[in-house]
């Protein structure tokens, strides 16, 4: 039978405070533990996301200095207010109801898989915020100069790390593959900067361009001070990221019923070519969900001849491991026959699109025009009024 489990169940050896995503056993070969039906509902049950004071009204930490309520994160990342930090406070808190609604639901699938992996690697489990900076979530993001995926790897970055990039795997769409490399890098700049903020700074812009910013400020290894020579969206990049943990840490907008529950998901590998639709079709689920987990898959299916892996939830895994063979006649993908079949149910991949400005027009024009809101334009495009110019190229659609 070849099908190998990878054992990335969330939660089986370790619980640790509530509202942290619990921790994975290790990485197993041909063997994936299972676990009872009172189990699964307990792991379901950890929030994937708890904000610090999520029991707590609001308004009672309205005289407790922005520096105390940071600190009662317990985070090794130095957080401090600054006026800019303060902007991007403000800006996160008046993005709209569907926007934090869409943050929350892929916080759900996302948080508990990212927090695992960043413990593993002894990362502060913070830096997951970086990934809502870098995408908002969303494993489809691609950045106007190419950047992919959740952590938006470029294509050669990605590929000097060890990444598969190519016609059938883009590992930067991966949920797993793309979190072990950020680590990887986090790792690689905090043992060049000793510091977090700039190591944070360097995912954005480079670690050649922070040392070129610390030459410049005459040696400086504080980001604040070395702030002034970086790129301009490197200098609002770590406020951002500052502002990110304090509004899902301490305002209304951190509170949500969809980060109350943690979808148990786990990667089970497979050597045989498996089309995506059909097996999802031969037990039960939709394949809507399971493409979408697996987004890294380009073609809709496992390749051939190689070991890949698909993230599942825990009862779909354990119901393609009991029916492993009979899933592998009814869904085998094999391209003379079936590669038709393929290109006309795939998904296919989401194009940028922009819109440069004309005399007249303004953000809410611009908004009906394309069906979206004023809110996601000025989200997308860093924007923190109304005011646009004519000749101005926008966002419009990720």
């Given at each position: ?52 004071f999520?029991?707590?009204d ?9 520096a ?11 957080y401090?207010?600054q ?23 892929r ?22 915020y ?13 950045s ?5 995926g ?6 050669y ?20 593959e ?30 050649g ?24 969206e ?26 109350q ?34 987004r890294?898959?380009?073609?809709a ?6 070991t ?41 991949k ?10 007249g ?5 611009i ?6 809101s004023?809110?996601?334009?000025k989200?997308w ?18």
């Amino acid at each position: 039978m070849k099908l190998r489990a990878l054992g990335l169940v969330m939660g089986l050896l370790a619980f640790p405070a509530w509202g942290q995503a619990p921790l994975p056993p290790s990485y197993t070969v041909n063997s994936l533990t299972r676990i009872d039906s009172l189990t699964l509902q307990l792991l379901e049950e950890i929030p994937s996301h708890s904000p610090h004071f999520a029991s707590r009204d609001i308004s009672d930490q309205a005289e407790i200095p922005f520096a105390q309520r940071m600190e009662w994160l317990s985070s090794s990342i130095p957080y401090e207010y600054q006026q800019s930090v303060q902007k991007y406070i403000d800006f996160y808190s008046r993005l709209g109801d569907e926007y934090w609604e869409n943050i929350h639901q892929r916080m759900a699938l996302y948080f508990p898989i990212f927090e695992t992996i960043l413990d593993r690697h002894g990362l502060p489990t913070d830096l997951k915020y970086v990934s809502i900076i870098e995408s908002n979530l969303n494993p489809n993001a691609v950045s106007w100069c190419g950047a992919t995926g959740l952590w938006q790897f470029m294509p050669y970055t990605g590929k000097s790390m060890g990444m598969q990039i190519d016609g059938q795997i883009d590992h930067r769409k991966s949920i797993i593959e793309a979190t072990e490399t950020a680590c990887t890098y986090f790792e690689q700049s905090q043992s060049l900067f000793n510091d977090w903020l700039m190591s944070i700074a360097s995912y954005n812009c480079g670690a050649g361009n922070v040392k070129k910013a610390i030459r410049y400020s005459g040696g400086k290894t504080n980001f604040w001070e070395i702030s002034p020579y970086l790129p301009k969206e490197t200098q609002s990049y770590v406020p951002k990221f500052i502002a990110v943990a304090y509004v899902l840490n301490f305002t209304e907008r951190s509170n949500h019923a969809l980060s109350q529950r943690s979808e148990v998901l786990v990667s089970t590998a497979t050597e045989q070519a498996l089309y995506l639709p059909k097996v999802a079709g031969y037990l039960g689920a939709e394949s809507e969900e399971l493409l979408a987990l697996n987004r890294h898959l380009l073609g809709a299916h496992t390749p051939q001849a190689n070991t890949s892996s698909l993230i599942m939830p825990y009862q779909l895994s354990m119901h393609l491991c009991e029916s492993w063979d009979s899933t592998c006649a009814y869904a085998q993908w094999v391209p003379s026959t079936d590669v038709q079949t393929v290109q006309n149910v795939q998904t296919p991949k989401p194009i940028a699109k922009y819109h440069t400005v004309s005399s007249g027009q303004t953000l809410s024009s611009i908004s009906r025009k394309y069906g979206v809101s004023v809110a996601q334009i000025k989200q997308w495009n860093h924007l923190h009024n109304d005011v646009i110019r004519v000749g101005q190229r926008l966002i419009i659609r990720p």
